[in-house]
């Protein structure tokens, strides 16, 4: 008798369908930002392959990341069917389980997240480099939800010390491994909601072209992005919760090492968003062959729908 031959991928049950475990060829990451410019500071990308004496890169155009530059590397990833798993660092929806609707006491409210991407990227049109910055103060019904201000607050914010959150914003507050701040918060060192928003105009300009976790299946092969929290791959490398921005070469190589990761070249500058990138690319190499990190316990058919869930948090 032939010897049995083991499939290249093995299946689980996860809510209402299948995802796949598999393995990937190559890592990335994309530190993020929400500054309404053509070639914002915070976008930086680091690409790392999966064997273990590869040495991440950290590259970019000559004139820096734009936000149409970064899609068309994606949609380039996706023609080519790159065994790529790519980080994102940005909420890639609004909290909706709370209170069953992203904007509650709106009947317009979208009913899950691509109809939110699709609405968003609708009604910023108009405005350049794919920001969302003038949309969400000038809607009437919009603004309504977001902190914009000191003394500018949405009458329908919420908790005027936290906002709302998702679940999985919930769970890394639990947990300790994010004090994660409300996407209906614009203002403050704290906020994320203004790069939330771009990224979500991104991923429905992507077009379902490159399949996105956990809305969509894993893949059997080609891209697939996750979205991630590079402080909580910093705190995987060693560095202290509320010290995990990198700034020098050597906190850099010591970080790394701690993941079985061979530094970089030297690179022209070691600034926190390209030192998040480099770290979460070694950690996303790390992290993703670990099957609990592809189903939390908390993640429903629901969020998985209309929140999504940040990867790493179990």
């Not at 993020?32 to 680091?46: D, F, M, R, T």
Request: net charge negative; hydrophobic share 40%.
């Amino acid at each position: 008798m032939a010897a049995e031959r083991r499939p290249p991928f093995f299946f689980v049950c996860h809510y209402d369908y299948i995802l796949m475990m598999r393995h990937f060829s190559s890592f990335a990451c994309f530190d993020w930002s929400g500054q309404a410019v053509a070639y914002p500071a915070g976008i930086s990308l680091a690409v790392l392959d999966a064997h273990a004496d590869a040495k991440p890169k950290s590259t970019a155009p000559a004139q820096g990341w734009s936000r149409e530059a970064v899609k068309y590397w994606l949609l380039q990833q996706a023609e080519q069917g790159s065994d790529m798993l790519i980080g994102f660092d940005l909420s890639p929806a609004l909290p909706f389980c709370d209170d069953g609707a992203y904007f509650p006491g709106w009947e317009q409210s979208p009913g899950n997240a691509r109809q939110l991407w699709a609405m968003i990227d609708g009604l910023a049109a108009d405005e350049p480099h794919m920001a969302a910055s003038q949309m969400v103060r000038d809607h009437p019904e919009i603004r309504r939800y977001f902190r914009h201000g000191k003394g500018d607050v949405g009458d329908r914010f919420g908790d005027l010390g936290t906002g709302r959150l998702r679940v999985v914003e919930h769970v890394q507050r639990q947990t300790g491994q994010a004090a994660s701040a409300s996407c209906f918060n614009l203002v403050g060192a704290a906020q994320v909601g203004k790069s939330s928003l771009t990224g979500m105009r991104l991923f429905h300009q992507l077009d379902g072209r490159m399949p996105i976790w956990p809305f969509d299946p894993i893949p059997e092969t080609g891209p697939m992005l996750v979205e991630i929290y590079t402080s909580i791959a910093a705190m995987d490398a060693g560095l202290r919760k509320g010290q995990t921005k990198i700034r020098d070469r050597a906190t850099l190589i010591g970080a790394l090492d701690r993941m079985a990761c061979l530094p970089p070249t030297r690179l022209p500058d070691y600034s926190d968003h390209r030192t998040d990138a480099i770290i979460t690319a070694a950690w996303l190499r790390q992290t993703a062959p670990q099957h609990r990190y592809w189903q939390p316990e908390a993640l429903s058919a629901q969020i998985a729908e209309t929140e999504g869930w940040t990867f790493g948090v179990t």
